[in-house]
């Protein structure tokens, strides 16, 4: 009969248990699951350290946009044996901004993560996992940003940012997501952006932050201690997985020592007065300029950006709420609406890759070693489909100019997954799987 293992600690006369504990105090690490106790699966973090120069963007709307715009015409896109690479193509009404990047861009077609739910399956966008499903995967829902930041901790100051709207349809975008099952909660306008990136830290600020340092690394005291007592009841084989545990535990450790350095070092010199947040679509292109300044200063290697439920339509003139205009119903007029307010998403996506492509660090062009994604987990919110995502990925060493079409109906169509197991690859970290992945995506050689 398997035995129910729980680690418990007691902290100020109370007892928790050793995960809800870990997780309040900020350490991303559990003890496996070991068979001889309970369960033959093992949990253990990839703590590959990777070097250089590579970067990382992610972006992501709630609610899709309107395939008739967003895609070339289907006359266009003849699709045989289930995959079409094609350079000679017009974009859609929506995409016509993407030929002033087309150089730099690439069109993805076809490809999702085959999840169900409409509104409750966007989250999965960066995972390829719900969160419901989380369970039965190695890795849980970790979304690729915080994958891809966990191979760079401490070489930053900070590990990633995750900046955008909390507010949506049941809960927005929910872009990031932790290996724990955590939300990455984001940075909610260019104020605070601005005041994490060049704002010093106040001197009891900095104090706390050694603090909870210090705290971190007394929890991992106290769990390898209770790890090595549990060591009497284990096999051999599940003692070595508890030496892979007890590795990544260094690991982590090493990772709070790198992070701690960064206490006392002063940030950059603002590029721009302090803003003052005004709305979502006034400030788009703000919060994009702050990305690219956090990737040349060096303040993160990995971004994301939520564009979710306070991406208000009258702010660009528009009638009717951006939910609404989703569920145009067909009527030619709420479509006309959506295109407008879609097109300017793409326009300031398109601004944001063409700053990085001018914009230098000491490596050469930003945009020479920043991968970025721009789509959403939703492939049709008029009709709640997760199915054919629209995909943009811009940047990096990736062979671009073209569309890669996949046919949706084919028994052998690859996962989205798989892009992001050769974002990772390009990233620098030596990913073979990601979430449902079966390889890397072809077509971007």
């Given at each position: ?29 559990g003890l496996p699951f070991l068979p ?68 730099q861009s690439t069109l993805i077609q ?332 072809r077509g971007l050689v």
């Amino acid at each position: 009969m398997p035995i129910n293992f729980t680690v418990f600690v007691q902290v100020n006369g109370f007892v928790m248990n050793r995960r809800l504990f870990l997780r309040q105090a900020g350490v991303a690490i559990g003890l496996p699951f070991l068979p001889s106790l309970t369960s033959s699966k093992i949990a253990v973090g990839s703590q590959q350290v990777v070097t250089g120069s590579k970067k990382m963007v992610c972006i992501g709307n709630m609610l899709g946009f309107h395939p008739a715009a967003f895609w070339p015409s289907a006359k266009q896109v003849g699709v045989e044996g289930g995959f079409t690479s094609l350079e000679g193509f017009e974009y859609g009404t929506t995409t016509q901004p993407l030929n002033e990047i087309r150089e730099q861009s690439t069109l993805i077609q076809g490809l999702d993560h085959d999840t169900k739910g409409g509104h409750f399956g966007i989250h999965s966008f960066l995972s390829g996992v719900k969160q419901n499903e989380a369970s039965s995967m190695i890795h849980g829902n970790v979304t690729i940003d915080q994958f891809a930041a966990e191979h760079v901790v401490g070489q930053t100051r900070f590990p990633s940012l995750t900046i955008g709207s909390l507010e949506g349809i049941h809960g927005g975008c929910q872009l990031s997501w932790t290996r724990t099952g955590t939300r990455v909660p984001p940075i909610p306008g260019p104020e605070q952006l601005f005041k994490k990136l060049f704002v010093d830290a106040t001197e009891q600020d900095k104090d706390s932050a050694a603090d909870r340092f210090a705290l971190q690394n007394s929890i991992l005291d106290v769990v390898q201690e209770q790890a090595h007592d549990l060591q009497r009841s284990l096999n051999q084989r599940d003692k070595n997985k508890l030496d892979e545990y007890f590795t990544s535990v260094r690991d982590v450790e090493k990772g709070i020592a790198r992070r701690r350095r960064w206490i006392d070092v002063p940030k950059p010199e603002a590029m721009i007065k302090q803003p003052q947040n005004r709305n979502m679509v006034e400030d788009l292109p703000l919060l994009y300029d702050l990305i690219v300044m956090a990737l040349q200063t060096n303040a993160t290697k990995v971004a994301t950006l939520e564009i979710g439920g306070d991406f208000n339509p009258a702010d660009l003139g528009i009638r009717g709420g951006y939910h609404s205009l989703s569920h145009h119903g067909q009527l030619q007029e709420r479509i006309d609406a959506l295109i407008t307010l879609e097109t300017y998403q793409i326009e300031q996506f398109v601004r944001f890759v063409k700053k990085l492509a001018v914009t230098l660090d000491d490596t050469g062009p930003l945009l020479d070693t920043t991968t970025v994604l721009f789509g959403s987990g939703m492939g049709d919110a008029n009709s709640h489909t997760n199915r054919n995502l629209p995909i943009v990925l811009a940047g990096g060493s990736f062979a671009h100019r073209k569309l890669l079409a996949f046919d949706t109906s084919h028994p052998h169509r690859p996962p989205l997954a798989n892009l992001f197991v050769s974002m990772l690859q390009e990233f620098g970290v030596e990913a073979e799987s990601f979430a449902k992945s079966t390889g890397t995506l072809r077509g971007l050689v």
